[in-house]
């Protein structure tokens, strides 16, 4: 039942927080999902045995490469994107999005820079024309097990 949404062949793109029932018609899905190995050998083991992390590719229709991390119940738990344009955050970010302005805002980072970190969200982003890279995660969303060094465009 957790991997009902595997069956959705066609165009894909989830927002962050959300289950795999988010997806919508706005990027085309690039082959199938494929599982993550999680680190093995730490205090998280134990709990990180029933975790499961997904990954499914997408891509946009102006181009931008996204991978959607998802955790076992379907979760986008972390994002990475490369491309020639910025990604619209809005929509990968979801319900985040009010939450990555006011962390802009606050002075934690601004639109533009490098790091955006606040309110259990952080969103890291480089680059200049036609080379855009990027993550975004909610590190209470991430599974036990799971490093966030494995977020890679």
Known sequence: MAFAWLAFAGPALAALGQGAQSISADGQLLGAPQRLA??????????????????????????????????????????AWHGPVKPDLRQLLGGYFSRYLASAAAGSGGLASAQTVGNDLVVRSAGSMQGFVGTAYVPSLVPAGFSVAQLRP
Do not use: H, N
Not at 61 to 68: A, L, N
């Open 38 to 79: 999680l680190v093995q050998g730490s205090a998280a083991s134990a709990a990180s045995a029933a975790a499961t992390v997904t990954t499914q590719v997408v891509r946009t229709p102006q181009g931008v490469t996204v991978t959607e991390y998802l955790d076992a119940s379907g979760t986008v738990f972390g994002l």
